[in-house]
């Protein structure tokens, strides 16, 4: 994917030169139109919410910013998007507060390509599925031993934070399990056509990919409890991390509680962005909020009260950090 920033000053110099009228009116629109901008902002697969939520942003965006042109752009999901920011190819992007800090750090998928990676805010807690379907075998994370697991995309942080839960469990993902590599709309297929038996995937609520799944007839959808893998994942990785449960009925045929792992969601850019960009970004965000809320549920989590340094892993964007102190917002 080649995404790029786009000023348009040769158009609007051109366009002076045509008219061969230099007047304050002229140069007035002259410098409106070079100001215009086009950003890419990094979503994920599209069963997921990152891609709608991240359509709607970029609607509200385009809409709310003069001059701005903002487009949502289908990913691997979070490590791809921080690896696009790193490479300019994106302005913005979802991503997963643990992702963001192996980024930051250069760690894990980053060795070596370390980004400079700023949070413009929080967005909404990501919580982590393990998916089986009755007649699999499965009822805890023991159980996975043997099986067909998907654990999520290439480049996604479905991935990353598969893996920890996995060891943090006392597997091995390599040994322990039959591994593949897909997305949740893949996955959900797969498990359809029985040729894998469960799926992690790390998302909102209700990820449509897994709603379709407990709404197929002759199915029975099982959520696999795994909160009690949090201290260790903890004990490694840091405080990125905290147990939930996605309550009974939220998916068609879930019966039942499921106690899982949860993990903040951010959106975020590198240091590259203008401080008064970073501002306007946050300012249509919270401006339009029920505009996104529209588009999907998850996005009344966007809240000052979350807003607090310690939901994020990475330096906060000092556009963003003018904004929430102009809003009395305590960090």
Same mark, same amino acid.
């Given at each position: 994917?080649?995404?790029?920033?786009?000023?348009?000053?040769?158009?609007?110099?051109?366009?002076?030169?045509?008219?061969?009228?230099?007047?304050?009116?002229?140069?007035?629109?002259?410098?409106?139109?070079?100001?215009?901008?086009?950003?890419?902002?990094?979503?994920?697969?599209?069963?997921?919410?990152?891609?709608?939520?991240?359509?709607?942003?970029?609607?509200?965006?385009?809409?709310?910013?003069?001059?701005?042109?903002?487009?949502?752009?289908?990913?691997?999901?979070?490590?791809?998007?921080?690896?696009?920011?790193?490479?300019?190819?994106?302005? +913005?992007?979802?991503? @997963? $507060? !643990?992702? =963001?800090?192996?980024?930051? &750090?250069?760690?894990? #998928?980053?060795?070596?390509?370390?980004?400079?990676?700023?949070?413009?805010?929080?967005?909404?807690?990501?919580?982590?599925?393990?998916?089986?379907?009755?007649?699999?075998?499965?009822?805890?994370?023991?159980?996975?031993?043997?099986?067909?697991?998907?654990?999520?995309?290439?480049?996604?942080?479905?991935?990353?934070?598969?893996?920890?839960?996995?060891?943090?469990?006392?597997?091995?993902?390599?040994?322990?399990?039959?591994?593949?590599?897909?997305?949740?709309?893949?996955?959900?297929?797969?498990?359809?056509?029985?040729?894998?038996?469960?799926?992690?995937?790390?998302?909102?609520?209700?990820?449509?990919?897994?709603?379709?799944?407990?709404?197929?007839?002759? +199915?029975?959808?099982? @959520? $696999? !409890?795994? =909160?009690?893998?949090?201290? &260790?994942?903890?004990? #490694?990785?840091?405080?990125?991390?905290?147990?939930?449960?996605?309550?009974?009925?939220?998916?068609?045929?879930?019966?039942?509680?499921?106690?899982?792992?949860?993990?903040?969601?951010?959106?975020?850019?590198?240091?590259?962005?203008?401080?008064?960009?970073?501002?306007?970004?946050?300012?249509?965000?919270?401006?339009?909020?029920?505009?996104?809320?529209?588009?999907?549920?998850?996005?009344?989590?966007?809240?000052?009260?979350?807003?607090?340094?310690?939901?994020?892993?990475?330096?906060?964007?000092?556009?963003?950090?003018?904004?929430?102190?102009?809003?009395?917002?305590?960090?």
């Amino acid at each position: 994917m080649q995404f790029r920033f786009r000023s348009v000053w040769a158009g609007a110099a051109a366009a002076v030169l045509a008219v061969g009228v230099l007047t304050v009116g002229a140069l007035t629109v002259g410098v409106a139109v070079a100001q215009q901008k086009t950003i890419a902002i990094g979503t994920g697969g599209t069963g997921g919410v990152y891609y709608p939520m991240g359509g709607g942003l970029a609607a509200v965006l385009s809409k709310a910013i003069p001059g701005m042109q903002a487009t949502a752009e289908v990913t691997g999901g979070s490590v791809d998007n921080l690896k696009l920011i790193g490479s300019g190819q994106s302005e +913005v992007g979802f991503s @997963m $507060v !643990d992702a =963001a800090l192996d980024a930051y &750090k250069g760690e894990d #998928k980053f060795r070596g390509g370390k980004v400079e990676v700023r949070t413009l805010l929080v967005l909404y807690p990501n919580r982590m599925h393990v998916v089986t379907i009755e007649g699999t075998g499965i009822e805890t994370m023991a159980d996975l031993k043997g099986k067909r697991v998907s654990t999520g995309s290439p480049g996604s942080a479905t991935e990353v934070m598969a893996f920890r839960v996995i060891e943090a469990a006392g597997l091995d993902k390599d040994k322990d399990l039959k591994r593949e590599r897909l997305g949740v709309a893949e996955s959900v297929n797969a498990i359809k056509d029985r040729k894998i038996d469960a799926f992690f995937w790390v998302g909102g609520l209700p990820t449509a990919a897994v709603t379709d799944l407990g709404a197929t007839p002759g +199915v029975k959808i099982k @959520m $696999v !409890d795994h =909160a009690d893998t949090v201290d &260790k994942m903890n004990a #490694k990785h840091g405080p990125l991390y905290a147990a939930d449960t996605i309550k009974a009925g939220t998916y068609p045929g879930q019966d039942k509680d499921n106690k899982i792992t949860v993990v903040w969601n951010v959106l975020v850019t590198n240091d590259k962005m203008s401080d008064q960009m970073a501002y306007d970004i946050v300012k249509a965000i919270f401006d339009k909020k029920d505009e996104l809320v529209a588009v999907h549920k998850e996005a009344a989590s966007i809240d000052y009260k979350n807003q607090l340094k310690a939901n994020s892993s990475t330096p906060w964007h000092p556009g963003a950090l003018k904004y929430f102190a102009e809003k009395g917002v305590q960090m």
